[in-house]
């Protein structure tokens, strides 16, 4: 009997953090949300979306708050970049994980890739997409050398875990790989709440890898700039 190929995995669901108020980015955050804030004359939430679609993720789903009308007005139904987009409504934003969790009915039960939507990196989505989650393993989590705005790092790394006093320690980079069950069996859950506690909670479960690429988290004008530069002189 001639023994049949393993199925192509299925390519995850993406939700985009998009809800954000942008304080540290004003006064451009004033009028326009972080997001649709140009680099180089594109949104930057653009670059991330373009990512996506080229590993094969095609399913999106952005959260919106601060003047999220613009965001879904500019990406629509995502037709014109080969994805398919669905929003989740927050009023008022409810932060990283409380954000997730509202949007959980959207995303499925599978897990599911999240981009921070104030981050440009040249990560390349497909080497996850193509090296699905372990059975038991909660999420994963990509972490960057530490910028010069958070010297001290988030997290360590020991033998492929997440570590939280294993040194070198490095900065999560806004990009993880995640179980629903992650959030929904959190047992401090609450309606606004950060990314970071969970992950805490979770040490020596998640898989956490650094990336040595091109990285940036857009959260300053002067990042912002940094950036721009950068990207001309390539």
Request: with cysteine; glycine share 10%; hydrophobic share 35%.
């Amino acid at each position: 009997m001639t023994s049949q190929p393993p199925k192509a995995s299925k390519a995850p669901t993406a939700m985009l953090l998009a809800a954000g108020f942008g304080k540290r980015m004003r006064p451009l955050t004033d009028f326009t949300p972080k997001p649709l804030i140009p680099v180089l004359g594109k949104p930057l939430i653009e670059y991330a979306i373009e990512r996506l679609a080229t590993a094969g993720v095609k399913n999106l789903v952005i959260n919106l708050a601060h003047l999220g009308g613009q965001i879904r007005e500019h990406l629509g139904s995502g037709e014109r970049f080969g994805v398919q987009i669905q929003y989740s409504e927050e009023g008022e934003p409810l932060e990283t994980a409380g954000g997730i969790c509202k949007a959980l009915p959207l995303l499925g039960e599978e897990p599911f890739l999240v981009v921070n939507g104030d981050v440009w990196c040249d990560f390349d989505f497909s080497t996850w997409v193509n090296n699905p989650l372990p059975e038991n393993c909660p999420g994963r989590l990509l972490m960057v050398p530490n910028p010069p705005h958070n010297p001290e790092g988030d997290f360590g790394i020991d033998d492929g875990l997440l570590s939280g006093s294993t040194k070198p320690r490095y900065t999560f980079a806004g990009i993880s790989y995640l179980r629903p069950q992650i959030l929904t069996e959190y047992p401090n859950a609450r309606e606004c709440y950060g990314l970071g506690e969970v992950f805490a909670h979770n040490e020596d479960k998640m898989q956490a890898e650094v990336y040595k690429g091109d990285w940036c988290d857009v959260g300053t004008p002067e990042r912002l700039n940094n950036l721009e530069e950068k990207l001309r002189a390539e």
